[in-house]
């Protein structure tokens, strides 16, 4: 079935620096994609989005690029933080019938900054 | 904080029971949807509510149902319990689009 995932399921990485985490989804359909960051004992929380006529959005600290040719996203967090260490899903919208929004979420990156 | 609440926090069930999760949207929200999240994983989508009405469901049995109150709170039943059922049952709301989503600290279930 269609499934969207992530390449590595842990990052470390030193305080001020930058954080690339990768996901892979294998839905040419889905048109919508979303970064949630989930802390410990938390829910998700909203990043960044990005529509698949985009390549490339823009947040504080945070980019998102699609590449749709190869099926990839990736989300950058610039001076990565002490505070940025969380877990990243990416979700994709596939597209349900009439309209709705159903999405699917990767497994997860956990990414622990070290100061 | 996001604004949406969730009831309880944490709940220990025996197999076979019934339960019944709670949920608060956001003031103005009126779409509301459910996810279960087993540990390690990332959430899955079980349904959504949108202006009382269920408005799409995951691969989920029949025996994960819900509801939606005219103030667009919301309760998730699951029915005959299964040890499989632990997780985090986490609910998100928004307004009219479910894209932009707002979540829960979820409620933390165990089935022994």
């Known amino acids: 079935g269609e499934s969207v995932g992530l390449h590595l399921p842990t990052l470390s990485v030193q305080e001020g620096d930058n954080s690339i985490i990768n996901c892979a989804y294998s839905n040419s359909a889905s048109d919508y994609f979303i970064w949630y960051k989930q802390e410990s004992g938390k829910g998700p929380q909203f990043i960044i989005d990005i529509r698949s006529n985009m390549d490339k959005r823009q947040g504080q600290r945070v980019t998102v690029l699609l590449n749709k040719t190869v099926k990839h996203l990736s989300l950058q967090i610039a001076a990565t933080q002490p505070g940025d260490s969380a877990v990243y899903f990416c979700?994709?919208?596939?597209?349900?019938?009439?309209?709705?929004?159903?999405?699917?979420f990767g497994r997860g990156t956990s990414l622990i900054v070290h100061p | 904080e996001t604004g949406v609440t969730q009831s309880p926090t944490h709940l220990i069930k025996t197999r076979g029971q019934q339960v019944t999760l709670r949920c608060s949207s956001q003031?103005?929200?009126?779409?509301v949807s459910w996810y279960q999240q087993a540990l390690g994983q990332g959430p899955q989508f079980i349904f959504q509510?949108?202006?009382?009405?269920?408005?799409g469901r995951g691969n989920f049995p029949p025996r994960f149902s819900g509801l939606q109150f005219p103030n667009y709170s919301s309760e998730l039943n699951v029915n005959a319990l299964e040890l499989d059922d632990s997780a985090l049952y986490l609910c998100?709301?928004?307004?009219?689009?479910?894209?932009?989503?707002?979540f829960g600290p979820g409620t933390r279930l165990l089935v022994l």
């Open positions: 998100a709301s928004s307004r009219d689009s479910p894209e932009t989503q707002y």
């Open positions: 979700a994709e919208n596939g597209g349900a019938a009439g309209g709705s929004y159903i999405p699917t």
């Open positions: 509510y949108y202006r009382e009405e269920e408005n």
């Open positions: 003031s103005g929200h009126n779409t």
